[in-house]
């Protein structure tokens, strides 16, 4: 368990430096020193008395993920809330267990809540990675009239559901909206794919362009989130030459 833990400290540690872009030679400390190392860090970077608690949570998680579910178990029985069912389903879903997720989510429409808004777009997301997608296009149809909807990651996963369904018509429609220049990287590189695969490549050459020329301004942060995405915009473009 002491392994575990210096691990999980160290993820915890690196995750934190990437995503707050503090500089390289921490990562060094981290690797080679583990644990004063790390300790160093989260005194010096991280640490105050208000996250103290919050830091101890997701290390914990991050050794035993099934915690926090048993948690929220706990939680909605001693409490059958709205709120309550909410994350416990969230964390089944975070889990990939959909068959406890979906029942939690779908339980929520039936208490009077058929219209709400995040609860179908968990079941929208919840059935598309469960590979049903009829039902997953069901629950994107009922709030796609909704603002909150449009130009959302919700449709773009309604249209990946349309692609799978083989309705390509709508699944462009859909995915077309995430074409948002400095934002969904991921996304339009999926987009760009997809119109590849539909002999669009052009147009697809056009995203990926733009996808190149926005990742030369991308904060420190973003460049390493997005590198990975950037590679294969690359990739993808010297096959055009």
């Known amino acids: ?10 993820v915890y540690c690196i995750y934190h430096m990437y995503k707050n872009g503090n500089s390289f030679y921490w ?3 981290i690797f080679f020193v583990p644990l004063i190392g790390c300790i160093i860090y989260l005194v010096t970077q991280v640490y105050n008395k208000r996250d103290a608690e919050k830091i101890t949570s997701e290390i914990t998680n991050i050794i035993n993920p099934t915690k926090k579910i ?6 909605l029985e001693f409490s059958e809330s709205y709120q309550n069912r909410v994350n416990l389903a969230d964390a089944y879903l975070a889990n990939k267990d959909y068959n406890n997720a979906l029942p939690l989510y779908l339980k929520e429409l039936k208490d009077g809540y058929e219209n709400d808004f995040y609860v179908n777009t968990k079941l929208v997301e919840a059935y598309f990675l469960a590979k049903d997608y009829s039902k997953a296009v069901f629950y994107a149809e009922k709030i796609k009239d909704k603002l909150e909807y449009k130009k959302s990651k919700t449709q773009f996963i309604c249209g990946l559901a ?10 462009e ?3 077309r909206q995430i074409d948002i220049r400095y934002s969904f990287y991921e996304e339009r590189l999926v987009f760009a794919e997809f119109l590849i695969n539909r002999n669009k490549k052009e147009e697809a050459r056009t995203i990926l362009e733009a996808i190149k020329t926005e990742s030369q301004h991308m904060t420190k942060p973003n460049q390493k989130l997005y590198r990975r995405t950037v590679v294969q915009v690359e990739k993808l473009l010297s096959e055009f030459d």
Do not use: V
């Open 1 to 10: 368990m002491y392994y575990y833990f210096i691990i999980a400290f160290q």
């Open 27 to 29: 990562a060094l400390l």
């Open 70 to 75: 048993r948690d929220l178990e706990k939680q």
């Open 162 to 171: 349309y692609e799978k369904l083989g309705d390509f018509e709508a699944a």
């Open 173 to 175: 429609h859909n995915l």
